[in-house]
């Protein structure tokens, strides 16, 4: 029996990187989003393999689940030198689509799965004698073909093709001429549809489709940064590229054209962030993106602006490490290296948003939170949710919203009298004056070091004089939890004693897996961490719990060591539930992990073993 | 160590510039720095500079990075800000200061460790931007502050204090200067204030990059003999290029030599910069001369000093960036945030 489902089932394009494919798989997931349908659409490229295979899932998730599923009902089978490991990876009753044109590489022919075979490059050297337009209707047709196959709403990816091509009218035709050609040879030639199928639905709502690395970029926009300095990598690249394309629209004079920003790419990490500490200690709200090894690069001046409390944004898409690792997979693996950050005794905020809508929101704010902690602040994305499409509610901003300058003494301040001393404590609070360079002709200047210093600014190797500082520092850590996003708890129906600790790209794999644990008759309450340090809510959460499990994507269980070592937890409290081999975490790996560790839990109670 | 307040007592008799100010408010905390050592001389330059220049001496950002040399800014210019950042990354500290103000003068102080070993990519990266500020290295051919290593300004062949011999090729800031298209070159001696003060001026009012390398013996590590960098070397070797003279704004000049000797550079600011001939076939305008010049002068065992390349008509950073006049870390809201109606649009662009 093949598979059969409605708005539900996984799809997976096996490409060659630089043939087109991109923009119509992506038309062809957009077409199922206009259908009202929610779907999860995901990149996976790898860095390092000869020919550039690519592949590009899309799951059709009619009950809104966007984490990744795992497993592949319909391959698109499109590239000769992956095809062997492409038909193996289809599920049982899957669908398994090819071109039909030549002969199928040799292989063991699997007879578990339903071959559909569509002779693409015959419609196409028919249709078309241009190499290059061989090319790319290849991948229309195939949309066309599938659009059948699915039952999908051909007129939808025709309005795709025409707002797409809006200003290359002549390539709208052509277009729409290649989908219906694929649309009618599958109509003709199979039962259409097949089991797998989509119908138009109302779940999609006011959500918009947007990858995590613009919205951030966008949320830099929006929150005032003016300086961006940084340096190429993979998986960070587009944060800047997405900065410096809305910057372009939104951030010139409308009258003398000239730029209200100032975009570096710089000659290391080292120097962007560099350069953010300059332009962030001379006033400016300044951000770095980078990755992992750009992290590594920039600890010593993180040390700088944490000790001469200078406010900073970097912005770390992780991927997985040591080294360079597997640079074009995802992790969760630089909580660790971020939140201690540098040589001495240091400690940094971290943001940790879910998805694109929090990478807006948080990388905005972030700009807020340095301003008003006078610290560097780390917004952690991951390659899952920076370089995938994703659906999220719309992104807001309030109008009235006031970007929080933090406390800055003006030269009507000075000139009022107010004392100042860079580093001195006035309000209880922790934090510090500080005035920008320039503003007094004879107050208000000081001098910037990383060396210590007493509450005036002051070159000072006494003892006390640091002490007092560093113990400052500490309290401004416990200011910082009153202000940053607070853990968000949702507590299951019935009471009780196990827990659940997750964040960042985790989030929606780790919901539909709550729900799949419930459905198994297992009680969990959630939390959600979305802040560094930690809001007292989580140390409530772990004491109200006998167990909680602690979800994320690296070998070496980051969050639990940081909740550990933080709030002084009983190491024992807190089960790893831990993904890391590089792809999206999904709802049956945590569902089946917590399952398995429940099952063995739940046979010595905590209370009794330890009574 | 503590910070060491000088009294400030103006006699009214001390001479004031043109805002009013004396040189004792362009000065800072004494120097803790080697009684004698040149880079307490570069300090006395610059604060000579700025009170000729009547510099408003809290529109100078001084930044630095680590080095006896680096630690300098706290030596001079007490009411500037300044900012003594780490070992090699002054360059780009500036560079981002410098885009956050566009208004204020960036005056960047490091070492020969600092700029031509650890910072040696920041230091090209920085001029090769044309990033409008005075760049100088008190350059000691040593690490002064970790006691005496070989720096990578090191003659080969020159002998350390404890007389190791130096077998690495030397870099010449100078020339690596020129070539990555600092728009204003120029190399000094600490002991020579007549030649160093104007030079510091007029890379003061140059806008762009502006590099100046100042030999500046270090007292406790490299001023024995076997030294490339001592006074008595630097003394012995010096080949000054040019005599040169400033003016800021464009009074009238009154040159007292001959005319066939002077050249006039005009700068954007208006400042006239006035080169008094030394080297006859010297053209401080052209850069391929320049790199030329010193190279053979080098190959005899001259220190080229002077002026080495000017170009009065140099862009800077903001300039290629096209940045608004007004300094980025002034706009607010208004002229930062698109609003609610831009993102949601955006957002329907987005469905
Ligand atoms: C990352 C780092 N490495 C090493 C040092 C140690 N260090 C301090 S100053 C210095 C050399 C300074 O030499 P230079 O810039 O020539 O300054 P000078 O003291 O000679 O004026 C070194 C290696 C440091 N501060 N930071
Ligand atoms: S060690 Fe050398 S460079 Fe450092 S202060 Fe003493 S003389 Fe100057
Ligand atoms: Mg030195």
Same mark, same amino acid.
């Given at each position: ?32 989003? *206009? ?161 797998? *199928? ?408 905590? *209370?009794?073993?330890?009574? | ?21 004396? $040189? ?12 004698? !050592? ?29 080095? !006896? ?148 013996? !270090? ?82 065992? $001259? ?49």
């Amino acid at each position: 029996m093949p598979l059969t489902a409605v708005n539900d089932f996984v799809i997976r394009f096996a490409n060659v990187n630089g043939s087109g494919s991109a923009s119509a798989n992506e038309m062809f997931a957009r077409a199922i989003m *206009r259908m009202g349908i929610p779907m999860s659409p995901r990149n996976v490229f790898p860095s390092n393999i000869q020919g550039l295979p690519t592949w590009y899932e899309v799951r059709v998730t009619e009950a809104g689940h966007l984490g990744a599923r795992g497993g592949t009902d319909i391959m698109v089978a499109m590239n000769p030198q992956t095809y062997n490991a492409d038909v193996a990876a289809v599920e049982p009753d899957g669908y398994l689509i090819y071109d039909s044109t030549r002969a199928m590489p040799p292989g063991k022919p699997r007879t578990d799965i339903h071959l559909i075979g569509i002779p693409l490059t015959a419609i196409c050297n028919k249709e078309y004698s241009d190499p290059r337009q061989r090319q790319l209707f290849k991948n229309i047709i195939c949309i066309g073909a599938l659009a059948a196959l699915l039952d999908m709403d051909i007129t939808e990816l025709e309005k795709l093709v025409g707002e797409q091509y809006r200003t290359k009218e002549k390539l709208i035709q052509p277009n729409i001429h290649a989908l219906h050609l694929g649309h009618a040879y599958a109509k003709a030639n199979f039962k259409c549809p097949i089991g797998l *199928r989509l119908q138009r639905s109302d779940k999609v709502g006011d959500r918009i489709l947007i990858e995590g690395n613009a919205a951030a970029a966008l949320g830099a926009v929006y929150g005032g940064a003016t300086v961006c300095a940084w340096y190429p990598i993979t998986p960070s690249s587009s944060v800047a590229e997405n900065f410096t394309k809305f910057c372009g629209k939104h951030r010139h004079d409308p009258a003398t054209g000239e730029a209200r920003y100032a975009i570096v790419q710089a000659e290391d990490e080292i120097a962007s962030i560099g350069m953010v500490v300059g332009a962030a200690w001379n006033g400016a709200r300044a951000f770095t993106a980078t990755s992992g090894p750009g992290i590594s690069l920039m600890q010593e001046l993180f040390g700088f602006a944490y000790f001469a409390e200078i406010p900073s944004v970097i912005i770390d898409v992780q991927r997985a490490g040591p080294s360079t690792g597997m640079p074009t997979r995802t992790q969760q693996c630089d909580l660790i290296n971020c939140a201690y950050a540098s040589h001495g005794d240091t400690k940094h905020i971290l943001l940790l948003p879910e998805d694109a809508a929090e990478a807006f929101e948080f990388t905005a704010g972030a700009f807020d939170y340095a301003d008003r902690l006078q610290t560097p602040v780390f917004v952690l994305l991951d390659l899952d949710i920076g370089m995938n499409h994703r659906l999220c509610r719309p992104l807001q901003w309030d109008d009235a919203r006031r970007y929080d300058r933090g406390k800055v003494m003006t030269a009507a301040d000075l000139e009022a009298g107010k004392d100042f001393g860079r580093y001195t404590d006035v309000d209880g609070d922790a934090i510090p004056f500080r005035t920008y360079p320039g503003t007094h002709p004879t107050k208000g200047g000081y001098f910037t070091r990383g060396t210590s210093h007493d509450a005036r600014a002051r070159y000072s190797e006494e003892g006390v004089d640091y002490v007092e500082g560093m113990q400052r520092l500490l309290r401004k850590h416990d200011t910082a939890k009153g202000i940053l996003p607070r853990p968000l708890r949702r507590d299951a129906d019935k009471p009780t004693r196990f827990g659940v600790i997750y964040y960042g790209s985790t989030a929606p794999a780790m919901h539909e897996a709550a729900e799949i644990l419930t459905a198994r008759g297992h009680t969990l309450d959630l939390m959600r961490v979305r802040a560094f340090p930690f809001h007292q809510d989580v140390a409530s959460f772990v004491s109200d719990h006998d167990f909680v499990f602690v979800v994320e994507q690296n070998r070496d269980a980051q969050l639990r060591s940081l909740i550990v070592n933080e709030l002084d937890i009983d190491p024992v409290r807190l089960v790893p539930i831990l993904h890391y081999d590089g792809t999206s975490i999904t709802a049956r790996f945590i569902s089946g992990a917590i399952s398995d560790r429940l099952d063995a839990l739940k046979v010595t109670p905590l *209370r009794k073993a330890m009574s | 160590m503590t910070y060491l307040a000088k009294p400030k007592f103006h006699h009214p008799s001390l001479p004031k510039n043109a805002l009013g100010y004396t $040189r004792r408010d362009y000065e800072a905390a004494t120097s803790t720095l080697c009684a004698g !050592c040149g880079h307490d001389s570069i300090s006395a330059a610059i604060i000579e500079a700025a009170f000729e220049m009547a510099i408003e001496p809290h529109r100078v950002a001084k930044i630095s990075g680590i080095g !006896c040399s680096s630690k300098t800014p706290t030596y001079f210019l007490g009411a500037s800000h300044g900012f003594n950042s780490v070992h090699g990354r002054m360059p780009s500290v500036l560079t981002g200061a410098n885009l956050a103000n566009r208004d204020l003068i960036y005056l960047g102080i490091s070492g020969d460790g600092d700029s031509a070993s650890i910072g040696f990519g920041q230091f090209a990266h920085a001029l090769r931007r044309g990033v409008n500020m005075t760049y100088i290295v008190e350059n000691n051919g040593v690490y002064g502050l970790t006691k005496g290593q070989f720096s990578a300004t090191a003659d080969r062949g020159s002998k350390s204090k404890k007389g190791v011999v130096n077998t690495d090729n030397a870099i010449d800031l100078v020339a690596m200067a020129l070539q990555l298209g600092a728009t204003f070159v120029a190399r000094s001696f600490s002991g020579d204030k007549r030649q160093l003060v104007p030079i510091i001026k007029a890379a003061l009012a140059h806008r762009g990059a502006a590099f100046i390398d100042v030999i500046s013996p !270090c007292i406790a590590f490299n001023n024995h003999p076997g030294s490339t960098k001592s006074l008595d070397y630097v003394r012995a070797h010096n080949e000054a290029v040019n005599a040169l003279d400033i003016m800021i704004g464009r009074e009238a000049i009154t040159v007292d030599y001959e005319p066939g000797e002077v050249v006039e550079v005009t700068q954007h600011d208006g400042s006239v910069l006035t080169l008094r001939k030394l080297n006859e076939d010297y053209d401080a305008s052209d850069r391929v001369a320049a790199m030329n010049f010193l190279q053979q002068e080098a190959a005899k065992g $001259r220190i080229v000093t002077g002026l080495l390349y000017v170009d009065g008509d140099a862009d800077d950073l903001h300039r290629h960036f096209n940045t608004v006049a007004t300094p980025l870390n002034q706009l607010n809201e208004p002229e930062l945030c698109p609003g609610s109606k831009a993102l949601d649009k955006i957002n329907a662009g987005l469905r």
